[in-house]
């Protein structure tokens, strides 16, 4: 074997010594997690734009189809960092089930929030529905006959009209929150930034971004369903 095979070799065994090992895997979840956060901040900060009316968020939503190449740049590296996401996330959960095949005789919380007890299951959950997000106003299956392509701010006030969905997002955007809450200050943890006196500040500012990307995503239904937006 040559040289640059034998050190081609060593790094791919690197790399994916790297990835088998929980630290490896909570690195790629705390990567992933940082992307798919910004995107959710970029995403609300776009669909906010309702509130300056149809023409601008039609403009907006506009504007990014007329760049299909950043447009399916994004998405191919969303898709990506969702699946790489979820493969951590459940190999550790299989993991950390392997070694404590034995359930506690008396389960306490021992100071976990309620956020983190149910990131595995809250995670699946979110997934559903961003395929219901996508059919119901990217690709308009959900919605139905109403839906009229390109027109976002129309989409979105009939989609939300229709109250069993507006309170499907609501929920769902809780969860979310919920999700975030937790994922945004363990991210830190996972690549090694944690200290006594810094981490309950990372936690602070986490449930304000939560709070904030909650807030800020909910206005939009609830305004539509009080006449507010219509």
Request: hydrophobic letters at 50%; aromatic letters at 10%; glycine letters at 8%.
């Amino acid at each position: 074997m040559s040289t640059a095979s034998a050190a081609l070799t060593g790094k791919t065994s690197s790399r994916i010594g790297f990835w088998e090992s929980t630290v490896g895997k909570k690195a790629v979840m705390a990567v992933t997690g940082a992307i798919l956060f910004l995107f959710v901040v970029g995403h609300m900060i776009g669909n906010l734009q309702i509130y300056l009316g149809a023409e601008k968020l039609d403009h907006y939503a506009q504007t990014l189809r007329s760049i299909p190449s950043l447009l399916w740049g994004v998405r191919l590296v969303l898709l990506v960092s969702v699946i790489l996401h979820i493969i951590a996330a459940t190999q550790l959960g299989l993991r950390a089930r392997r070694a404590r095949p034995r359930a506690y005789v008396k389960w306490t919380s021992a100071g976990t929030t309620y956020a983190s007890r149910t990131m595995y299951w809250s995670g699946p959950i979110l997934l559903a529905f961003i395929i219901y997000h996508i059919l119901h106003f990217t690709t308009g299956q959900a919605l139905g006959p109403e839906f009229r392509e390109g027109e976002v701010y129309h989409n979105v006030i009939v989609g939300f009209s229709f109250v069993p969905a507006s309170i499907v997002y609501i929920i769902a955007m809780l969860m979310l929150g919920s999700h975030l809450y937790h994922g945004v200050w363990s991210m830190f943890q996972s690549v090694g930034i944690s200290h006594p006196r810094y981490t309950p500040l990372l936690k602070k500012l986490a449930a304000i971004a939560a709070a904030a990307l909650v807030i800020g995503n909910i206005s939009i239904p609830v305004s539509v369903m009080l006449g507010i937006l219509k």
